[in-house]
Nanobody, 120 residues
Framework: QVQLVESGGGLVQPGGSLRLSCAASGSIFSINAMGWYRQAPGKERELVAAITTGGSTNYADSVKGRFTISRDNAKNTVFLQMNSLKPEDTAVYYC??????????????WGQGTQVTVSS
């Protein structure tokens, strides 16, 4: 069994910062790419940022220059540093990982989501 657990969401004023964390645990053999998605009310889930095992990254245009994704491979953890937050960043943020467990080949697992609200 593999689980992804996010933390670090909350309420922040415009221009503020938050750091999200997502830890993968369970019977993990290896992890390929990990990423962060978000879903605002009434909108589809969208990719925010992704990172490969080697550290290559890609970002949605809307967050480039403000958000930074990183990972700690030894701890099976991915982070999202969010700076200069805007009200339009308000959403539920989900992490995912392309993970091979001891029972299954690679498949995508999702966390339960963490709410980020940007408001004055």
């Amino acid at each position: 069994q593999v689980q992804l657990v996010e933390s670090g969401g909350g309420l922040v004023q415009p221009g503020g910062s938050l750091r999200l964390s997502c830890a993968a645990s369970g019977s993990i053999f290896s992890i390929n790419a990990m990423g962060w998605y978000r879903q605002a009310p009434g909108k589809e889930r969208e990719l925010v940022a992704a990172i490969t095992t080697g550290g290559s990254t890609n970002y949605a245009d809307s967050v480039k220059g403000r958000f930074t994704i990183s990972r700690d491979n030894a701890k099976n953890t991915v982070f999202l540093q969010m700076n200069s937050l805007k009200p339009e960043d308000t959403a539920v943020y989900y992490c995912n990982g392309n993970i091979r467990s001891f029972a299954f080949s690679f498949r995508v697992y999702w966390g339960q989501g963490t709410q980020v609200t940007v408001s004055s």
